[in-house]
């Protein structure tokens, strides 16, 4: 189990040094090819009507994306516009994608980057928050379940070189959503996909829904 521990912490870490040399390493280069939010702009008129004019949805299924990096929303999207990531909510939006280019999809995904993500309140229930708050900062060696922290930051901000995601303020409903697609590995697009399947794997649904819960109203 501590071995396995390792290999994730160490997998986080190697990632992060060698994110430029990813699959998109030609549109992305070392140091980060930014896109032009304002160009972005008038580009999501399409998502609004699920993800919010500024990414902010209203529906706990459906993503927050404002404030999310540029470089794991240039991939999602990139996946989706590949058929390599699936999800019926997002088939109507895969034709969009598809027409645009790539530098068009690295605009969008800076809008999404430059727009403030709303908070979220998590439920007020004592043991759901510690038991979230316990293996969002520390993991379950016992299950082989490495701390969120080493991916996602103390505060849920995530890293952006690496493209891990943001995840403080994200929707109860959609966090749930993801890590089961995860443990079912339904969801299994790049590289990063692995890595979570190996954790959600061990666990269980209620340590889901107090992850959930809790990383919906991290803050600093």
């Known amino acids: 189990m501590k071995s396995f521990l390792v290999f994730i912490v160490s997998f986080s870490i190697i990632f992060t040094i060698n994110a430029e040399d990813s699959s998109h390493s030609e549109d992305m280069p070392h140091g980060f090819k930014s896109g032009d939010a304002q160009k972005g702009s008038a580009l999501v008129g399409v998502c609004a009507s699920c993800h919010g004019a500024d990414g902010n949805s209203i529906s706990s299924d459906w993503p927050k994306l404002a404030?999310?990096?540029?470089?794991?929303?240039?991939?999602?999207?990139?996946?989706?516009?590949?058929?390599?990531?699936?999800?019926?909510?997002?088939?109507?939006?895969?034709p969009y994608l598809q027409s645009l280019q790539d530098s068009?999809?690295?605009?969008?995904?800076?809008?999404?980057?430059?727009?403030?993500?709303?908070?979220?309140?998590?439920?007020?229930?004592?043991?759901?928050?510690?038991?979230?708050?316990?293996?969002?900062?520390?993991?379950?060696?016992?299950?082989?379940?490495?701390?969120?922290t080493a991916c996602h930051s103390v505060y849920g901000n995530g890293n952006s070189l690496a493209g891990f995601p943001a995840l403080a303020g994200q929707q109860v409903g959609y966090l749930t959503s993801t890590l089961k697609a995860y443990r079912s590995k339904e969801r299994n697009a790049g590289?990063?996909?692995?890595v979570m399947q190996s954790?959600?794997?061990?666990?269980?649904?209620?340590?889901?829904?107090?992850?959930?819960?809790?990383?919906?109203?991290?803050?600093?």
């Open 191 to 194: 590289e990063q996909a692995l």
């Open 104 to 148: 068009d999809i690295l605009d969008i995904a800076a809008f999404y980057e430059s727009q403030v993500m709303s908070g979220g309140q998590a439920k007020d229930d004592e043991e759901l928050l510690e038991m979230g708050s316990m293996l969002y900062r520390f993991g379950n060696m016992k299950k082989a379940i490495p701390a969120c």
């Open 67 to 94: 404030g999310q990096n540029q470089r794991y929303l240039y991939e999602q999207l990139q996946y989706f516009k590949a058929g390599e990531r699936n999800n019926a909510l997002m088939m109507s939006v895969v």
């Open 199 to 220: 954790i959600a794997q061990n666990l269980s649904d209620e340590e889901i829904d107090a992850l959930a819960n809790y990383m919906h109203g991290l803050y600093k």
